[in-house]
């Protein structure tokens, strides 16, 4: 796909840039970050520009830029319900769940959604909470470092488990000294780069395509019309996505975080709504320009899973792809750090925490760094299991959303969920996933569709078989 000189080229401007970050985690690091609020929540005290820009640089990552584009390419207008699962949930996310979730963050300086459970469900639910957040963001973690190969790969040339492994050492030590500071700031940055850099490959490839009428007079001609109507595509596969990359909205610790780390719940509420807007119209972006490159490119047989290059290089000169491969860097990087530090968290917050004795804010800082080493070690295991970017995300997605959606929606909006309820559907609803994606998805059903279900029944029917103690009633009341 390039030449040699174009490989060392573009290897060194990767490297380049990834030192480019690392001194800027390392300066925030040494300036900014003193405590262990700064490094987990930002000093809650995030203003309206970078909250946007973070929130849509986590949400456009490199499963979305390099997964939705060769979903795109290879299925069709279909996949916009990758997109749409997300938009839906993310609506009534904005709408229901953001001034609850804020509000409980403030009163009890929230840092993780196990602060929530356990406030509601007892110390009985903080356990199962960790185990499903670090399994889904280690997972999503991992699908960055697989991203980030595939750049490796097409740039320097070396493997994709070689590139996986050097991605895994390059982002966990800059994740390490810069925290949720260094996160926010840098999506601030990256975000820009990739919503511009998107957005005007999209204008190029319609243009070069001959507009969407000639798209679609060629995909007729192929006999594949039908793959350019957003309805070819099964119901169960809308579910499978409605399910996990829909519901994980409701439960995405990196979204709670900067709630949380937002200067006030206004700016918090304009600044999500600005970015599922950005987010849906990026995502619309990018899974048009992976069916046009199919259909109107004419560049003949290439492997779809690298659609995003392939597509770069055929309508843009080597500057231009150099660009466009600077613009990927930033998606993906802006997403994995965002989801390291979700992951770390959890261990941080949720196991190191509760157990000390003398609650010592320096001695949490240290260990939040050590957590991301943890997280990061974890991520590449799964990156190494499952290299497949969004089989990925949906698998991490599944775990997460059939453990913790339903108690935690009952627990925000039913005063009769009960702590031993919500206790026992995040325990069941976590281990029959678990267990069914190990066990190959039997019968070819997907985790989610028994985990999620198990759970909600569970959840409900304990909860009423069970009386509410002083906490539930206590926290019933002081919901907001």
Same mark, same amino acid.
């Given at each position: 796909?390039?030449?040699?000189?174009?490989?060392?080229?573009?290897?060194?401007?990767?490297? &380049?840039?990834?030192?480019?970050?690392?001194?800027?985690?390392?300066?925030?690091?040494?300036?900014?970050?003193?405590?262990?609020?700064?490094?987990?929540?930002?000093?809650?005290?995030?203003?309206?520009?970078?909250?946007?820009?973070? @929130?849509?640089?986590?949400?456009?990552?490199?499963?979305?830029?390099?997964?939705?584009?060769?979903?795109?390419?290879?299925?069709?207008?279909?996949?916009?319900?990758?997109?749409?699962?997300?938009?839906?949930?993310?609506?009534?996310?904005?709408?229901? @769940?953001?001034?609850?979730?804020? $509000?409980?963050?403030?009163?009890?300086?929230?840092?993780?959604?196990?602060?929530?459970?356990?406030?509601?469900?007892?110390?009985?639910?903080?356990?199962?909470?960790?185990?499903?957040?670090?399994?889904?963001?280690? $997972? !999503?973690?991992?699908?960055?470092?697989?991203? !980030?190969?595939?750049?490796?790969?097409?740039?320097?040339?070396?493997?994709?488990?070689?590139?996986?492994?050097?991605?895994?050492?390059?982002?966990?030590?800059?994740?390490?000294?810069?925290?949720? =500071?260094?996160?926010?700031?840098?999506?601030?940055? %990256?975000?820009?780069?990739?919503?511009?850099?998107?957005?005007?490959?999209?204008?190029?490839?319609?243009?070069?395509?001959?507009?969407?009428?000639?798209?679609?007079?060629?995909? *007729? *001609?192929?006999?594949?019309?039908?793959?350019?109507?957003?309805?070819? !595509? +099964?119901?169960?596969? /809308?579910?499978?996505?409605?399910?996990?990359?829909?519901?994980?909205?409701?439960?995405?610790?990196?979204? #709670?975080?900067?709630?949380?780390?937002?200067?006030?719940?206004?700016?918090?509420?304009?600044?999500?709504?600005? +970015?599922?807007?950005?987010?849906?119209?990026?995502?619309?972006?990018?899974?048009?320009?992976?069916?046009?490159?199919?259909?109107?490119?004419?560049?003949?047989?290439?492997?779809?899973?690298?659609?995003?290059? $392939?597509?770069?290089? %055929?309508?843009?000169?080597?500057?231009?792809? !150099?660009?466009?491969?600077?613009?990927?860097?930033?998606?993906?990087?802006?997403?994995?750090?965002?989801? &390291?530090?979700?992951?770390?968290?959890?261990?941080?917050?949720? /196991?190191?925490?509760?157990?000390?004795?003398?609650?010592?804010?320096?001695?949490?800082?240290?260990?939040?760094?050590?957590?991301?080493?943890?997280?990061?070690?974890? +991520?590449?295991?799964?990156?190494?299991?499952?290299?497949?970017?969004?089989?990925?995300?949906?698998?991490?997605? $599944?775990?997460?959303?059939?453990?913790?959606?339903?108690?935690?929606?009952?627990?925000?909006?039913?005063?009769?969920?009960?702590?031993?309820?919500?206790?026992?559907?995040? #325990?069941?609803?976590?281990?029959?996933?678990?267990? #069914?994606?190990?066990?190959? %998805?039997?019968?070819?059903?997907?985790?989610?569709?028994?985990?999620?279900?198990?759970?909600?029944?569970?959840?409900?029917?304990?909860?009423?078989?069970? =009386?509410?103690?002083?906490?539930?009633?206590?926290?019933?009341?002081? *919901?907001?």
């Amino acid at each position: 796909m390039f030449s040699s000189q174009e490989q060392s080229i573009l290897g060194g401007i990767v490297i &380049f840039y990834f030192l480019f970050l690392f001194a800027i985690s390392f300066y925030i690091n040494k300036k900014s970050i003193k405590t262990y609020d700064d490094y987990n929540v930002a000093g809650r005290s995030v203003s309206m520009f970078p909250l946007i820009l973070t @929130f849509v640089g986590t949400a456009i990552g490199g499963s979305t830029l390099l997964g939705f584009m060769t979903n795109g390419y290879s299925f069709g207008m279909g996949q916009h319900w990758l997109n749409f699962s997300i938009f839906i949930t993310g609506v009534f996310m904005m709408f229901f @769940f953001l001034k609850k979730i804020r $509000a409980y963050g403030e009163k009890y300086d929230m840092v993780t959604i196990a602060d929530y459970t356990t406030l509601r469900f007892g110390e009985g639910a903080r356990f199962p909470t960790v185990i499903s957040i670090l399994i889904a963001y280690s $997972a !999503i973690t991992g699908m960055q470092f697989i991203a !980030i190969a595939t750049i490796l790969n097409l740039t320097v040339g070396i493997s994709i488990t070689t590139g996986i492994i050097v991605s895994w050492i390059m982002l966990s030590l800059k994740t390490y000294y810069g925290g949720m =500071k260094s996160v926010i700031w840098q999506d601030a940055f %990256h975000g820009t780069i990739q919503t511009i850099g998107i957005f005007i490959l999209f204008v190029v490839v319609i243009i070069v395509s001959g507009g969407w009428s000639q798209i679609s007079e060629n995909a *007729a *001609a192929l006999g594949e019309g039908a793959n350019l109507s957003i309805f070819n !595509i +099964s119901t169960a596969e /809308v579910l499978v996505y409605l399910l996990t990359i829909g519901g994980y909205q409701f439960v995405r610790q990196d979204l #709670w975080q900067r709630f949380w780390a937002a200067k006030d719940v206004k700016t918090a509420s304009i600044g999500y709504w600005i +970015s599922i807007i950005l987010a849906l119209v990026t995502g619309i972006f990018v899974i048009m320009i992976g069916v046009a490159g199919k259909y109107g490119l004419n560049m003949g047989e290439i492997n779809p899973t690298l659609a995003y290059y $392939a597509i770069s290089e %055929h309508v843009f000169n080597f500057p231009m792809v !150099i660009v466009m491969i600077i613009a990927l860097l930033a998606t993906v990087i802006s997403t994995a750090d965002s989801f &390291f530090m979700a992951g770390a968290s959890s261990i941080v917050n949720d /196991v190191i925490r509760p157990r000390m004795k003398v609650q010592d804010d320096q001695k949490l800082l240290k260990y939040s760094r050590l957590s991301v080493i943890l997280v990061s070690f974890l +991520s590449l295991v799964l990156a190494l299991y499952i290299p497949n970017l969004v089989d990925l995300w949906v698998t991490g997605t $599944a775990m997460l959303v059939s453990a913790l959606v339903a108690p935690v929606t009952f627990g925000l909006f039913w005063k009769g969920a009960t702590k031993i309820g919500g206790t026992v559907g995040m #325990w069941v609803g976590l281990f029959v996933a678990v267990g #069914w994606q190990l066990a190959g %998805h039997p019968f070819g059903i997907h985790p989610v569709f028994l985990g999620l279900p198990i759970s909600i029944i569970l959840t409900v029917v304990v909860s009423l078989m069970t =009386k509410p103690n002083d906490l539930d009633n206590y926290t019933s009341k002081e *919901a907001v």
